[in-house]
């Protein structure tokens, strides 16, 4: 059974750097067949993707175009991790913010970090 | 126009059925789609229900009763899914989701009130 552990802070500071990690259990983040996303979910803005990491003989990554100028999503294969860095926030990047697996959708949810950007 | 497009709210009673939509953008075809489904409740992450592209190509979430089924209306141009034997547990916000122009993209969500 896959699981995602996500930590990192709750409160990051306008024009700072908001950081999340996502520990898996189950699978493997550089297998062959899944990719690793990252998704937050405001009042004002829903469920907003906001990209992914994924091993097809080499990495690739995908962003959304809203966060693209501000986004990396990185896999840590010796921690069997990836992580979420979102560069020179603002309070519309509060969010709660999930990781998440996609297998044939995306099909396993991490518990969700509360990240609001305030001073 | 959203690229998704869901009822902001639903009422059904116990044990009756309940049908969710989600609309495509009139420039997309949901016949060239799979359409994930999630249920969410307060509080909690989104949980997967269910894909479903064709009765031939579908994947139903672990665990997930048989009673959650998908489906797609051509002519709405719409992805259906449809949940029989409502239980009040069943009341939850629900979503739609498709892969996009390189990108996951998500419906605003119908809630479900079982009353």
């Known amino acids: 059974q896959v699981q995602l552990q996500q930590s990192g802070p709750g409160l990051v500071k306008p024009s700072q750097t908001l950081s999340l990690t996502c520990a898996i259990s189950g699978d493997s983040v550089s297998g062959n067949s899944a990719a690793w996303n990252w998704i937050r979910q405001s009042p004002s803005r829903g469920l907003e993707w906001l990209g992914r990491?994924?091993?097809?003989?080499?990495?690739?990554?995908d962003y959304a175009i809203s966060v693209k100028s501000r986004i990396t999503i990185t896999p840590d294969t010796s921690k069997n991790q990836f992580s979420l860095q979102l560069n020179s926030v603002t309070p519309e990047d509060t969010a709660v913010y999930y990781c998440?697996?996609?297998?044939?959708?995306?099909?396993?949810w991490g518990q969700g970090t509360t990240v609001t950007v305030s001073s | 126009q959203a690229v998704l497009t869901q009822p902001s709210s639903l009422s059904a009673s116990p044990g009756a059925s309940a049908s969710l939509t989600c609309t495509l953008r009139s420039d997309i075809n949901v016949g060239n789609y799979g359409i994930n489904w999630y249920q969410q409740k307060p509080g909690s992450p989104p949980q997967f229900l269910l894909r479903?592209?064709?009765?031939?190509?579908?994947?139903?979430g672990s665990g997930v009763p048989s009673r959650f089924s998908g489906s797609k209306d051509a002519s709405a141009n719409a992805g259906i899914l449809l949940i029989s034997g409502l239980q009040s547990e069943d009341e939850a916000d629900y979503y739609c989701?498709?892969?996009?122009?390189?990108?996951?993209?998500f419906g605003g969500g119908t809630k479900l009130t079982v009353l």
């Open positions: 479903y592209r064709s009765d031939s190509n579908k994947q139903q």
């Open positions: 989701m498709i892969w996009h122009s390189s990108a996951w993209v």
């Open positions: 990491t994924y091993y097809r003989s080499k990495w690739y990554n």
């Open positions: 998440a697996r996609e297998g044939y959708g995306i099909d396993v």
